[in-house]
């Protein structure tokens, strides 16, 4: 078992490793001991994700039905054969996962696949279920069960994952909107994108980072450097979006080379040895 349970975490790191450079750097710079559950956790959402954009010509609402009982299922009895599901359930009860955050998450993914335009109401509720929740799922881990601890770094670990989403939502638009037809900002017109609009979004993911700087500063040591890592590569992100015009952002995707992440990486490096973080 212990071999079976090794190579189903395995199985989440490699996937997090094909899927997302910039996340496995800020695993990488976590303490050790939270590497695997972080794989593990990130697996999860990820493939949920998978089917909701990328799984066309198959019946994603029969596969993300069929993904959300297996989930369920592994988690009560504690084993699945599917790896993804098995290391995901392994971290839910180690570390006592609410399951209203994987509810919460699992809606988020079903909304994809009946909605098209978001109001305020819904566009919050993605927010929440999408990346909010995966942030607290994280923030469990870091704090091993303290949960005094959970309750005061909570907020702000929702805000650092808003941030995300909203940043990578205005990095995709081009794949959102134009392939997907979706927009998850309310009130938004994407046939008119104004600098307005665009100023307007920026604002308010300005807020959600200063937000969440609060927070990370105060994570736990194993934790903060990943955790800075990740805030410090969206930040970089953010500002080459808000350097582009609405046109551009609308007709490509915006990146953060591998050298600049490499920069960032060896800076939260040192600041760690140092002790200045």
């Known amino acids: 078992m212990d071999l079976y349970t090794t190579t189903t975490l395995e199985c989440s790191k490699l996937i997090t ?27 999860f959402v990820r493939y949920a994700d998978e089917i909701v954009d990328t799984f066309e010509g198959y019946d994603k609402k029969t596969l993300l039905s069929r993904f ?7 988690i009560e009895e504690g084993i699945s054969l599917n790896p993804v599901l098995h290391s995901f359930q392994l971290i839910v009860n180690k570390y006592k996962i609410d399951h209203e955050l994987i509810e919460a998450f699992l809606h988020s993914m079903e909304m994809d696949l009946y909605y098209a ?12 279920g999408s990346a909010e929740v995966v942030g607290l799922m994280c923030l469990r881990v870091f704090c091993e069960g303290n949960l005094a601890e959970y309750d005061r770094l909570k907020a702000d670990a929702k805000r650092l994952g808003s941030a995300f989403q909203k940043v990578n939502f205005l990095r995709d638009i081009k794949s959102d909107f134009q392939e997907r037809g979706r927009t998850y900002f309310p009130d938004v017109d994407f046939t ?8 307007a979004i920026e604002n308010d993911i300005q807020a959600d980072f200063d937000a969440a700087l609060r927070g990370i500063l105060e994570l736990p040591k194993g934790a903060k450097g990943g955790v800075y890592l990740a805030y410090k590569y969206y930040l970089k992100l953010f500002d080459k979006i808000k350097n ?11 990146r953060v080379p591998d050298y600049q992440k490499l920069t960032m990486l060896a ?3 040192m600041k760690l040895q140092l002790n200045v973080l």
């Open 17 to 43: 490793e094909h899927y997302s450079t910039s996340f496995t750097l800020g695993i990488k710079t976590l303490d050790k001991k939270f590497h695997l559950p972080i794989y593990a956790i990130y697996g």
């Open 68 to 74: 959300k009982s297996d989930t369920y299922v592994a």
């Open 117 to 128: 335009d978001y109001n305020q109401e819904g566009y919050e509720a993605y927010i929440y």
């Open 192 to 199: 008119n994108f104004t600098l307005e609009d665009k100023k």
């Open 244 to 254: 582009c015009p609405a046109s551009r952002i609308q007709n490509e995707r915006i």
């Open 267 to 269: 800076s939260t490096y």
